[in-house]
């Protein structure tokens, strides 16, 4: 009895393990390549400088892919922010959050240095690094970053909540990451990505004004996450339920629960077949 419970024990978390290592290491692909095509559509060619449509069309088109591609595996965060977002709304547990930014640090990090390697000297320039308008003050791009990405998490949840749409939320987010580089290039580049920002400023070197791509995406995503998951749409979960997801007890609990329905299935199949044999008698 006590063999079999340390087999099913084991059971649990090699599927757990397997489970978390797949989404993470979904985060750390999706943001390399988002860094990989977005920065790169924002390098300065001498003979075909980038336009503003150009390089919104690019993260737009990105991002739907990235989506696609990684959303149920991983639900296609590929930003810290939005991380942030999900687990403000108890839609993720901490550990998990912190192995996902982690990964789409790590992600952003080695799609800026692909990048990076495989462009001529003279066009790398400063390297699509995220920096502030002259004009515009500090408190402007904060401001901004906010806005922006606030629009961008309330996206991403409304297009991910089961309650409201079924389908890919690719094209929608896509949309919504456009939208703000339309506007957000002007004032700074348009970050709403403190992973975005991060991998491009190791490579070369520049945190100037860094700070200012992780405070406005991140206020924004925690008002985001408030406005739709306590105002717009609030769920049913009660404290103790928050608390389980938090740590992480929840995906615990889920894994467990998958357990004893394959035992009840295949307990009834076999009784099943039993009864079979016995009418055949």
């Not at 084991?10 to 920065?39: D, Q």
């Not at 839609?91 to 240095?113: D, E, F």
């Not at 806005?147 to 389908?167: K, N, P």
Request: net charge neutral.
């Amino acid at each position: 009895m006590e063999s079999g419970r340390r087999s099913l024990a084991k059971t649990l978390v090699c599927r757990l393990c397997t489970t978390i290592s797949k989404a993470v290491f979904a985060e750390f692909l999706a943001t390399g390549l988002y860094v990989f095509f977005g920065v790169g559509s924002a390098l300065r060619w001498p003979l075909a400088l980038p336009s503003m449509l150009q390089v919104a069309i690019t993260f737009n088109l990105a991002t739907a892919v990235i989506v696609q591609i990684t959303w149920k595996a991983s639900g296609a965060h590929v930003n810290p922010a939005v991380t942030l977002a999900f687990l403000v709304g108890s839609q993720i547990s901490l550990p998990r959050a912190v192995a996902y930014v982690a990964a789409q640090l790590a992600g952003a990090t080695v799609g800026a240095a692909l990048l990076y390697g495989v462009t001529p000297g003279d066009i790398r320039d400063t390297f699509g690094v995220n920096v502030v308008r002259s004009s515009v003050s500090t408190g402007q791009a904060v401001a901004v970053e906010l806005v922006l990405t606030l629009q961008l998490v309330l996206c991403v949840f409304a297009s991910t909540d089961s309650r409201q749409t079924t389908g890919s939320p690719a094209a929608t987010i896509g949309a919504s990451v456009a939208v703000g580089h339309l506007i957000g290039i002007y004032f700074t580049g348009c970050s709403m990505n403190p992973a975005r920002s991060f991998g491009s400023a190791v490579i070369v070197g520049k945190f100037a004004v860094h700070w200012i791509f992780w405070v406005g995406p991140l206020t924004g995503a925690v008002l985001a996450s408030l406005i739709y998951n306590f105002i717009l749409f609030p769920d049913t979960k009660t404290l103790a339920q928050r608390l389980a997801i938090l740590t992480g007890t929840a995906e615990v609990q889920e894994v467990e629960g998958v357990e004893p329905q394959k035992e009840e299935s295949q307990s009834s199949s076999e009784d099943t077949e039993m009864e079979n044999v016995c009418q055949v008698a």
